[in-house]
């Protein structure tokens, strides 16, 4: 059930992507294809700047600073994605725009949120 997990919350993520790609000017994903991978993309570089800089800095941190950070690793992740095309407007508008949708619809599955409480 992990791996179904993950690959639930990567859909989703791809989802969420396409939809905000919608929604905001100045950032664009070629298909469903290049959402999925922008999102294991953004997934890779927000593990890897938690791991240097820690929860507080993270994409997934709250506050300003994670909000800047998630523009940040956004604007980065066009140079590994193909099809993907994002400005500086565009990727603090994405993050802002999946800040709000991540308030309704989070994007963590049940699976992830069973064993955070489990380890609180």
């Known amino acids: 059930m992990h791996f179904l997990g993950h690959v639930v919350r990567f859909i989703v993520s791809a989802l969420v992507l ?20 922008l ?26 600073v994670g909000f800047l950070v998630s523009a940040l690793v956004i604007w980065l992740a066009q140079f590994i994605v193909s099809g993907v095309s994002v400005s500086i407007i565009g990727a603090l508008l994405a993050a802002l725009v999946i800040g709000i949708i991540d308030l309704f619809i989070p994007v963590s599955t049940p699976f992830n949120a069973a064993k955070e409480k489990d380890s609180h």
Not at 18 to 37: D, E, H, K, N, R
Not at 39 to 50: K, S
């Open 18 to 37: 396409i939809v905000v790609g919608w929604l905001v000017p100045q950032f664009s994903i070629g298909g469903f294809g290049s959402a999925l991978l």
């Open 39 to 64: 999102a294991l993309v953004i997934a890779l570089l927000g593990w890897a700047i938690e791991g240097i800089f820690g929860k507080g800095v993270s994409p997934f941190g709250r506050g300003i």
